[in-house]
């Protein structure tokens, strides 16, 4: 059963309630086929302060063992629970009763729990004013006829929809709706915003998902019943005091059919002095409310000037530049360069590097943009194994031209084929090197950082995409700057034409074939990854006389080049006995050989760490098992092609103060290496563009958006973001 195939609640239970006699209720439901209550969370208790209830007398139900709550007792189709009324006044008129339940589907899918304020005439009440029990009847039945007449009757608006605004924190708002039994809200026609000051704006928020209808006016839409709430971030560059008006926009009509148009409200609102910005020292401490980085940046972008916001932007890709998911396209550009076959001026290596860099540029920039305004990420698309296959396979070509092994295999009709396809993106061309560079922003390097984060939050609540393409333009080129400098120099650190040449056309040549298994690892299972590595080490290793003895008259450079072989065969040989202890990560191969760490740092203890959830459904489970224990939620998005997520895995999360800290958490992950439909719907519920991400949630399914934490953070950065979790 799919979400949007659940009865509404109040279909699936429907509560009634009435006095049997001046001292006992009769509370029931009527649940509906393939619907269930929990005994233990239903509960009553009186909101009127002169009467007491007692113990309710629940019918026999159901004993099963519940995945969520243990050992529990349930109850079906239709019940009735008598409530005695312990304590009464005698001129009470009416009990204000609230009742409390919780039920799920069959299908696996639960409901949150529900809370029902409901108010109930007293029997005899009207005896004590001296009124004749007749004319008490009479009162009564004269009430029902004013009820039946007038059902048709609107609530007024305020009646129908009452929303209250308040100050939750200095950086926060919390918003209520109370939407009146029988009727609903549009999820699709809120719209908040804050009026008359500069300094304050609306961070990012998550309207809750209601039920899918189609309406003869406005197609497919969503519909929200009874109590909404919000919590709302601000973002606020001043730390003083002010008051703010909050506009809200909403619209909603009732179940019989009937709409109201569109309302609008303004709230006035004082936010209180913002501690964060006049003391930024104590930002740091635990407990106190800060911005998330992304945040940050967007609230820079809001207020900067636009070369100024270039500037922090192109600072920000230089830092980038030397993250695992950018510093590979160094050696693909080195590749093309190399690859040419004769040497170079140092402006044509320059105009090369200088193509690759732009494209690659645009390319981030013009996807980042589509991606913040439609939700579409294209990298995590190309990550499909076809396509790193693929591309793989043209590194494997043009390291096999590197070492000039066409001619010596194939015949001449298919050598001219495969030599042209392999050649087609490093012919000398600027074209060629601005293809590479195109496929290489999205191919290889597709990790989400907080810069680009931040850029995207931008656009996608501003629509502002010429400011926010160009942030990420400037951010590309400043990823690519290294590249700009390797290029200037290629043409005068290449050695000239011949056998150095040729040997350095061999060395990329195997950097090449490096890169093509750094691709494949996204793909092909760690053991087969860790034993392509070793090989990969091993056999340039024999071609470096790493097994040879030194002649006699050895030059410098012949024993650097041996020693090099060493290390690399050394290192090879490291690998394959990792390999038959179990270990799969290359740059830890004896890890598993320390006993008294293996337990606590393998990569599957690391993976029993979390708990894989598939889908929404699956999330807002474990959240509320969370809940019930009191327990706090971090959830991590992960794909096997994020690199940022494995460096996060590898050195991190086997940190020993790190577990600790994580110990008071319930650990959830998000595995949205397939980029499917489950997936991408995780992803657009929390505005995220892809991994790497961890998010915390706290009580009520609440996100604290202002934790969130966007790419890689090392154990001692990690640990200081985990200790403001509370």
């Not at 002010?242 to 109201?260: P, S």
Request: aromatic share 10%.
């Amino acid at each position: 059963m799919a979400e949007s195939d659940l009865l509404p609640v109040e279909q699936a239970f429907k509560l009634s309630v009435k006095a049997a006699a001046r001292d006992k209720l009769i509370v029931s439901f009527e649940i509906a086929e393939g619907y269930y209550l929990y005994q233990n969370k239903i509960r009553m208790e009186s909101l009127t302060p002169s009467i007491k209830l007692g113990e309710p007398a629940f019918p026999e139900g159901h004993t099963y063992n519940d995945e969520f709550f243990g050992e529990v007792i349930t109850h079906r189709q239709a019940i009735d629970i008598a409530v005695p009324i312990s304590q009464i006044d005698t001129t009470s008129t009416s009990l204000q009763l609230l009742v409390q339940h919780q039920g799920c589907a069959d299908a696996g899918i639960c409901y949150p729990p529900q809370k029902t304020t409901l108010t109930i005439a007293i029997p005899g009440a009207m005896q004590s004013t001296g009124i004749p029990p007749s004319a008490n009847a009479l009162i009564n039945s004269l009430g029902t006829i004013k009820q039946r007449f007038f059902q048709d009757e609107l609530l007024p608006p305020d009646e129908a929809f009452p929303f209250f605004a308040t100050v939750a924190a200095p950086d926060r708002l919390e918003l209520t709706w109370q939407i009146a039994d029988g009727y609903y809200l549009y999820r699709e026609k809120f719209q908040l915003e804050i009026i008359g000051a500069e300094d304050v704006k609306l961070g990012a928020f998550e309207l809750p998902h209601g039920k899918q209808q189609f309406d003869e006016a406005f197609g497919e839409v969503e519909t929200l019943y009874g109590e909404l709430k919000l919590s709302i971030p601000l973002i606020r560059t001043t730390a003083a005091a002010q008051a703010i008006k909050l506009k809200a926009k909403f619209q909603g009509c009732a179940d019989r059919g009937v709409c109201y148009p569109p309302m609008e409200k303004i709230v006035e609102l004082n936010l209180p002095v913002l501690p964060v910005i006049s003391a930024p020292a104590e930002a740091a401490k635990p407990g106190n409310t800060t911005l998330s980085e992304q945040d940050s940046i967007v609230s820079s972008m809001q207020h900067d000037s636009f070369w100024l916001t270039l500037a922090s932007f192109l600072g920000f890709g230089l830092l980038l530049a030397f993250t695992p998911c950018i510093f590979p396209m160094i050696p693909i550009l080195s590749g093309i360069i190399v690859g040419q076959g004769h040497p170079l001026s140092t402006r044509r290596a320059f105009m090369l590097s200088l193509s690759y860099v732009v494209a690659s540029a645009a390319t981030y920039t013009l996807f980042g943009v589509l991606a913040a305004l439609f939700g579409s990420n294209l990298q995590a698309t190309f990550q499909q194994p076809w396509i790193v296959g693929t591309f793989s396979a043209i590194f494997i070509l043009l390291a096999l031209s590197m070492f000039g092994f066409y001619q010596l295999e194939l015949p001449k009709s298919l050598q001219a084929k495969i030599h042209d396809s392999s050649n087609q993106h490093r012919d000398g061309s600027l074209w060629g090197a601005a293809i590479m560079g195109s496929l290489s922003s999205l191919i290889v390097g597709p990790c989400v950082a907080a810069p680009l984060a931040g850029a995207l939050i931008y656009i996608g609540q501003t629509g502002d995409a010429v400011l926010g393409g160009s942030a990420l333009f400037a951010m590309g080129f400043g990823m690519g700057i290294p590249l700009l400098l390797v290029g200037a120099s290629a043409g005068k650190l290449l050695p000239k034409a011949g056998r150095w040449l040729n040997s350095t056309k061999a060395v990329f040549g195997v950097i090449m074939l490096a890169m093509a298994l750094w691709m494949l690892e996204r793909i092909i299972a760690p053991s087969v990854a860790m034993f392509f590595w070793a090989i990969l080490l091993i056999i340039p290793a024999i071609y470096l006389n790493a097994i040879d003895p030194l002649p006699e008259n050895a030059g410098g450079w012949h024993k650097l080049w041996k020693g090099t072989g060493v290390v690399m065969l050394i290192y090879g040989v490291l690998l394959l006995i990792g390999l038959s202890a179990g270990n799969h990560n290359p740059l830890k191969p004896l890890e598993n050989l320390n006993i008294a760490q293996a337990n606590a740092a393998t990569p599957a203890a690391q993976k029993n760490l979390f708990q894989r959830i598939g889908s929404l459904q699956e999330l807002e489970r474990q959240i509320d098992l969370a809940n019930a224990n009191n327990q706090m939620v971090m959830l991590d998005f992960y794909a096997d092609w994020c690199i940022s997520c494995k460096e996060m895995e590898n050195y991190t999360f086997t940190d020993t103060a790190v577990r600790a800290q994580l110990s008071r958490f319930v650990l959830l992950q998000a595995d949205v290496t397939q980029n499917s439909e489950a997936d991408q719907a995780l992803l657009k519920k929390f505005n995220l563009i892809g991994p790497p991400a961890i998010l915390f949630f706290g009580p009520g399914h609440q996100e604290k958006i202002n934790r969130r934490i966007i790419g890689y953070q090392d154990a001692e950065t990690f640990i200081k973001s985990l200790q403001q979790v509370n």
